[in-house]
């Protein structure tokens, strides 16, 4: 494969391109409370989507686009996998809960 040289140099510098791009980002606690200023729809269920369709979408939708994606990176390097998108949903879970009982409060 061609491009494999470059994927290996990319995964050894990762580190520094890690911080490099935690730089470029707001971190998903200040995502989510921005969300919720918005008063946007914070969980799945709030739009009406089962959690089992959010998470298979998630776990598929790199399959449906023509470019390539961190997704595709992710089942490329065969990272995305059940235990990958268990601990994403949990931790999405854990974000939007606490927005959630806010909202309620108010």
């Given at each position: 494969m061609a491009a494999h040289p470059r994927v290996e140099a990319f995964l050894h510098d990762w580190p520094e391109r890690r911080a490099h791009?935690?730089?470029l980002v707001d971190p998903p606690e200040v995502v989510v409370q921005s969300l919720a200023m918005a008063n946007h729809p914070l969980r799945y269920?709030?739009?009406?989507?089962p959690e089992a369709q959010?998470?298979?979408a998630f776990r598929?939708?790199?399959l449906m686009r023509g470019r390539f994606s961190s997704a595709d990176l992710l089942s490329f390097m065969g990272w995305?996998?059940?235990d990958l998108v268990?601990?994403?949903f949990a931790d999405y879970r854990r974000l939007t809960e606490q927005q959630a009982v806010n909202r309620t409060i108010r």
């Amino acid at each position: 494969m061609a491009a494999h040289p470059r994927v290996e140099a990319f995964l050894h510098d990762w580190p520094e391109r890690r911080a490099h791009l935690a730089r470029l980002v707001d971190p998903p606690e200040v995502v989510v409370q921005s969300l919720a200023m918005a008063n946007h729809p914070l969980r799945y269920e709030d739009l009406g989507t089962p959690e089992a369709q959010a998470r298979w979408a998630f776990r598929n939708g790199h399959l449906m686009r023509g470019r390539f994606s961190s997704a595709d990176l992710l089942s490329f390097m065969g990272w995305l996998d059940d235990d990958l998108v268990d601990e994403i949903f949990a931790d999405y879970r854990r974000l939007t809960e606490q927005q959630a009982v806010n909202r309620t409060i108010r």
